[in-house]
Structures are given as structure tokens and as C-alpha cells.
Nanobody
Framework: QVQLVESGGGLVQAGGSLRLSCAAS????????MGWFRQAPGKEREFVAA????????SYADSVKGRFTISRDNAKNKVYLQMNSLKPEDTAVYYC??????????????????WGQGTQVTVSS
């Protein structure tokens, strides 16, 4: 089993930055792709970004491309999401998730096996 705990959320003004962290425990995530998703009130959970186990490949939603950066530190069993130029529409609960399958269908939340509890990000205008 993998336990994931997100941190780093908060309230920020539009144009500001936040760095989310996801700490894994229970077992190493070094062989798993990892993803970030978000869910705003009344909306479905949506893909934000994903990174391969080796960091050699990343994927981003069009809405965050160029503003968000996903990274990982396998030695620390952590994944990060650097969010710059934040917009009010980025307001959501952000979740990290572990993708334990082979392949790269990273955008589908149904294919992730482990999830954190989420961290709230609120961007004021």
C-alpha cells in the first residue's frame, strides 16, 4: 500500500505562485508514474500533470502548460507541483496520485491506484 499526503496549498492572489508537495509512505514510488489532479466545486476531477518514474517524460493539461511544472525526487519519495502565474480558475482541491500500471494513459483518474486526501488551493482575483 502507498499512502500519499499533499501539502503546500493555501490562499494566493492571482499571478502568485505555490509549490505543492506530495509525500509518499508505505512503499517506494520510484517505479511509478505520478500525477496531479484537481477538482473544483461542482466539477469533475481533472488531470493537471503527470511525470514518469524516471522524470524523463512529463505531461500537462493545456490549461496549465507553461505555468505549472511537475517534478519528483525519488530519493525522498516525493513529487512536487510548482504553480506559477496562478489564476482564479486554478482554484480547486489538488490531489496527487500514483499510477502503478504500465503505459502512459496518465490523464484518466480511473487508472490511478493510490490517492492523497487533497490540499486546497484558492486563488483570489
Amino acid at each position: 500500500q502507498v499512502q500519499l499526503v499533499e501539502s503546500g496549498g493555501g490562499l494566493v492572489q492571482a499571478g502568485g505562485s505555490l509549490r505543492l508537495s506530495c509525500a509518499a509512505s508505505g512503499r517506494t514510488i520510484s517505479s511509478y508514474a505520478m500525477g496531479w489532479f484537481r477538482q473544483a466545486p461542482g466539477k469533475e476531477r481533472e488531470f493537471v500533470a503527470a511525470i514518469s518514474w524516471s522524470s524523463s517524460s512529463t505531461s500537462y493539461a493545456d490549461s496549465v502548460k507553461g505555468r505549472f511544472t511537475i517534478s519528483r525526487d525519488n530519493a525522498k519519495n516525493k513529487v512536487y507541483l510548482q504553480m506559477n502565474s496562478l489564476k482564479p480558475e486554478d482554484t480547486a482541491v489538488y490531489y496527487c496520485a500514483a499510477y502503478t500500471r504500465s503505459g502512459t494513459s496518465w490523464t484518466s483518474p480511473n487508472l490511478y491506484n493510490y490517492w492523497g486526501q487533497g490540499t486546497q488551493v484558492t486563488v483570489s482575483s
